[in-house]
């Protein structure tokens, strides 16, 4: 009885350590975030001696951060959905039909080998066909390449998991009646949970942090996200570290709420996905 | 069948309409609020605050022959927008393109500006990439010769002889734009190179401004001696090794044509005394750059300095602006480093910095138009003063005014055969660069620099580059 107390008294240190570690750099980000230029430049450790919100009213400002907040909201959120939404219809189609369907097949591994190529390679052609589509500077074109370019991985996530659930659920379904739509939406999707709450849990934070495609995409202050708006902190000479881990802690702010909001259902999620597996 | 083929059709639509719906509900469009937004709104907010200066522009403006704006309306009567892409984020600058484009637009109602701005490690890829989708902006900045002789051979760049705005600027600093005499860049400011010195320490420990080696090993002991770390070396940050070794090097080798001579192989490293006694004095002084000048960034320099840390650095005139906005009650002068032992025989250097280019726009000729108009304006004498008070910058204007600045002033203050201007020189491009500092770095992180050794391998890093 002593000795598993002992070991449970190890495992906590252990935790706290861990935790220690992880939350280290969010807390030098939070530190500096309420501390005066001339604080931050005389230790990045010390404590802020006047908590100087001047640093957070300039980054909102400067960053124009409603605007931004709306702009990364309006991407981020529409895009998960449709990535959702997409990649279970295909993942089922393609897990469903490869082995009967040769074109299923190759749909399958067209799409894991565009995993393989590189947006910096897409980036002309994909600018020249925006500009002609006037999609440039749109939220709604930034939402139908995030998108495009995130449907391949999801989809090779959802193959997997659909083939390990058993077709006489649908089976049945299809006797009773149901239109394959039906049988898919109302018998399969649920069963899809696991996977789906890991694809757009990942896929949040992944469209939340995208840097590459806003940048070029979205030219224009009033479409741009808030993750390109964090480089106004870092001049090439010289950088506002107060102000910019300021912008940084307010940009974490939504998606730290979101997963917060949102813990109990990803944590079901990804422990219901493990023990399907 | 029929019923099934509604069921059909009806699912198809509802399909189409999840699909449309989270992106209608988007809302924003950029092209429209584009306008609306930030250029605007800040513009707007300059336009409140300068106006004195607008009025100016206004006069300014109308001074110009009336035939280019009647040509320029032409284009169909309407509004004509161009676009202005850089990559300036420093407060002050952006200050200084909300107050220009404020000024210009005032001044032409039928024109409007926008700016672009792209962080500087991903700005020339996408100025390519919109060069190369037909989608180029008619103002950008590019950084130096090397670019200005890659996108000029590109047929990118206009020829800016024929604007009047050039009369403005300081002819010595045109040559940094020229490529073949043809002048198709203009650089904005200059910066100088050289000791950026915390005057209250040395007042407080009855310190003389060094003109010789031995004036400024003595600075540098008496500080040590008094806890104070003569130089903040921010080795870790690729431009403090550069810098730190050029205000050393260039005046030993003032020869305008020693980078050329590198390149051509004309003249090797293991040959060039002179290169190898700027690398001796360089190492030098290394005793004094503090414990760790390797695992240190140009930020934490710029904080020691600020502190009082540290009581010099040796690096770009930008320095001034950056250590006072940490500290802004410090006192900041600049002295040329000493090179030699002679008295006040020391030399600043002075390179142009970045300059502004205007697109070879063959398709629109109302948009050129236009934009040569904007850029005379960028060139005139209101905009130039207003670059240097807000940027905190040696402007390249004729005359420039630089009294807002004590340390800009003493910079300013050293005679024609004191100063090294590098416009129109051959330097070292992007590979020779690298190659060059990357090896100084490489030798110079050992215990000791083998200077012989350290030329040899500069020598066949060169020669492998020509090959």
């Known amino acids: 009885m002593r000795e598993k107390r002992i070991v449970n008294v ?5 935790l706290l350590l861990v935790m220690f570690v992880f939350l280290f750099p969010s807390y030098i980000a939070l530190l500096t975030s309420w501390k005066t230029r001339i604080e931050v430049s005389r230790s990045a450790l010390s404590f802020p001696e006047t908590f100087a919100i001047q640093n957070y009213i300039e980054a909102i400002r400067k960053s124009q951060f409603l605007t931004a907040l709306k702009n990364s909201c309006a991407i981020t959120f529409p895009s998960v959905l449709l990535i959702v939404i997409c990649s279970s219809m295909g993942g089922y189609s393609i897990a469903r039909h490869s082995a009967k369907h040769k074109i299923f097949k190759y749909l399958d591994r067209l799409y894991v080998s565009s995993l393989m190529i590189p947006f910096q390679i897409l980036m002309i052609p994909v600018y020249r066909m925006y500009k002609s589509l006037r999609l440039l500077n749109t939220l709604q074109g930034m939402v139908l390449m995030l998108t495009g370019v995130s449907i391949a991985y999801a989809t090779f996530l959802y193959v997997g998991f659909v083939k390990s659930i058993p077709r006489e659920l649908e089976e049945a379904a299809l006797i009773d009646g149901c239109g394959p739509y039906k049988a898919f939406f109302v018998i399969v999707f649920p069963m899809l949970k696991p996977i789906t709450t890991t694809v757009a849990a990942l896929h949040v934070m992944w469209l939340w942090n995208d840097f590459n495609i806003s940048l070029v995409l979205m030219q224009k202050e009033s479409v741009r996200p808030l993750t390109v708006k964090q480089y106004y902190f870092f001049g090439q000479y010289a950088s506002d570290y107060g102000m910019a881990f300021a912008a940084a802690i307010l940009t974490m702010l939504p998606v730290v709420i979101f997963f917060m909001a949102a813990q109990k259902y990803l944590v079901e999620g990804i422990s219901g996905g493990a023990v399907k597996g | 069948m029929r019923k099934q083929l509604l069921k059909k059709v009806l699912a198809l639509t509802l399909t189409v309409s999840v699909g449309i719906l ?54 169909g009567g309407e509004t004509i927008e161009i676009t202005w892409m850089h990559k300036f984020v420093e407060p002050g600058i952006l200050k200084w393109v909300d107050e220009v484009i404020a000024n210009f637009e005032t001044a032409n109602p039928d024109m409007k500006v926008h700016t672009e701005t792209v962080p500087a490690d991903d700005y020339e890829q996408m100025l390519k990439t919109k060069i190369a989708s037909d989608d180029a902006p008619d103002v950008f900045v590019l950084d130096n010769q090397s670019r200005y002789q890659e996108f000029s051979a590109a047929e990118r760049l206009y020829d800016l002889s024929s604007l009047e705005g050039i009369e403005n600027i300081n002819p010595d600093m045109l040559y940094d734009g020229q490529v073949n005499g043809v002048q198709y860049a203009v650089p904005l400011d200059v910066n100088a190179y050289a000791v950026h010195y915390n005057k209250d320490l040395f007042e407080q420990y009855d310190l003389e401004v060094p003109t010789t080696i031995s004036e400024m090993r003595n600075v540098c002991e008496v500080l040590q001696e008094n806890g104070i770390k003569p130089f903040g070396a921010g080795y870790a940050t690729q431009f403090c090794v550069q810098f730190s070794v050029e205000v050393l090097l260039l005046p030993l080798c003032m020869d305008g044509e020693w980078h050329t001579n590198k390149i051509e192989r004309k003249s090797s490293f293991a040959e060039d005394e002179k290169f190898k006694e700027a690398m001796k004095l360089w190492d030098s002084f290394y005793e004094f750059t503090g414990d760790d000048p390797w695992g240190t960034d140009w930020d934490t320099v710029q904080n020691q300095m600020a502190n009082g840390e540290a009581a010099m650095i040796v690096n770009g005139s930008w320095t001034v602006d950056g250590v006072s906005s940490i500290n802004p009650d410090i006192n900041i002068g600049i002295f040329a480093m000493p090179t030699f032992e002679e008295k006040d ?42 670059y240097a008070r807000n940027a905190f910058k040696i402007s390249t204007l004729k005359n420039a005014d630089c009294s807002f600045s004590p340390a800009l002033m003493d910079a300013l203050s050293y005679p024609a055969e004191r100063t090294w201007n590098s416009a129109g020189l051959t330097l070292f491009n992007s590979e020779y660069e690298t190659v060059f500092y990357d090896t100084i770095t490489k030798y110079a992180m050992q215990d000791t620099l083998d200077i012989d050794a350290l030329c040899a391998e500069l020598d066949q890093n060169f020669a492998a580059i020509s090959k």
Request: hydrophobic share 30%; net charge negative; proline share 3%.
């Open chain 1, 10 to 14: 190890f495992q906590i240190l252990f």
């Open chain 2, 22 to 75: 989270p992106l209608a509900g988007c809302g924003n469009s950029g092209e429209g609020s584009g306008t609306s937004g930030e250029t605007q709104r800040t513009a707007e907010n300059a336009v409140a605050e300068n106006a004195a200066v607008e009025n100016g522009a206004a006069e300014g403006e109308s001074s110009e022959p009336q035939g280019e704006e009647t040509q320029v309306q032409a284009g």
């Open chain 2, 345 to 386: 025989s020391s030399v600043i250097l002075m390179k142009p910095g970045a300059g502004i280019c205007l697109y070879n726009n063959t398709q629109d000729e109302a948009r050129l138009e236009a934009a040569r108009k904007f850029f005379n304006y960028l060139l005139s004498e209101e905009s130039g003063n207003s």
